[in-house]
T-cell receptor, first 110, second 114 residues
Framework: GENVEQHPSTLSVQEGDSAVIKCTYS??????FPWYKQELGKGPQLIIDIRSNVGEKKDQRIAVTLNKTAKHFSLHITETQPEDSAVYFCAALNDYKLSFGAGTTVTVRA | AAGVIQSPRHLIKEKRETATLKCYPI?????VYWYQQGPGQDPQFLIS???????DKGSIPDRFSAQQFSDYHSELNMSSLELGDSALYFCASSVDRGGGSPLHFGNGTRLTVT
């Protein structure tokens, strides 16, 4: 099955700085890569996604890049705000199943 | 916009009891997924249904079963509960097994087994 590795496990940034989270996947057949934000007591919320035929996608302060050759993808958050503090999960869809990374706890310091 | 609805939000059961969790997908979504999330862990795939038929199976114990009904809602039935079943259980829905739309998650059911 698919194996997704995510780094770092925790990330503390100053408000206004950028945050970067990196993920690698094992199965080259994976073709869809979403990112989820999870706040305490809530379900994972989709924040951005990218399909395997695209190299980069941006939505306001959030961007995702995908390197199919290296089998890794990254989430970039610019101009971080306190409300960006949460756990972020990367995921990869393979054979109709979504496999998650272990998560990154992001803390934005005011 | 309508989201995935799960009920109940919290459930407390004793060991060896049974529990039923319900999930109402986003309208017009034909695929439902169940995930289990332990404390500090990532969601683990349990089982999915597409057009009311079981689609894929993950790490779901034999004590658990699930089905998707004609109105596309789904229920996860858990029997002979164990302490280790205490977790957050999430339902997600999509179109066409994820090929047609992203997976959207509900806010989960927190199951506590005592």
């Amino acid at each position: 099955g698919e194996n997704v590795e995510q780094h770092p496990s925790t990330l503390s940034v100053q408000e206004g700085d950028s945050a970067v989270i990196k993920c690698t996947y094992s199965d080259s057949a994976s073709n869809y890569f979403p990112w989820y934000k999870q706040e305490l007591g809530k379900g994972p919320q989709l924040i951005i996604d990218i399909r395997s035929n695209v190299g980069e996608k941006k939505d306001q302060r959030i961007a995702v890049t995908l390197n199919k050759t290296a089998k890794h993808f990254s989430l970039h958050i610019t101009e971080t705000q306190p409300e960006d503090s949460a756990v972020y999960f990367c995921a990869a869809l393979n054979d109709y199943k979504l496999s998650f990374g272990a998560g990154t706890t992001v803390t934005v310091r005011a | 916009a309508a989201g995935v609805i799960q009920s109940p939000r919290h459930l407390i059961k004793e060991k060896r009891e049974t529990a039923t969790l319900k999930c109402y997908p986003i309208p017009r979504h034909d695929t439902v997924y169940w995930y289990q999330q332990g404390p500090g862990q990532d969601p683990q795939f349990l089982i999915s249904f597409y057009e009311k038929m079981q689609s894929d199976k993950g790490s779901i114990p034999d004590r658990f079963s699930a089905q998707q009904f004609s109105d596309y809602h789904s229920e996860l039935n858990m029997s002979s509960l164990e302490l280790g079943d205490s977790a957050l259980y999430f339902c997600a829905s999509s179109v066409d097994r994820g090929g047609g739309s992203p997976l959207h998650f509900g806010n989960g059911t927190r199951l506590t087994v005592t």
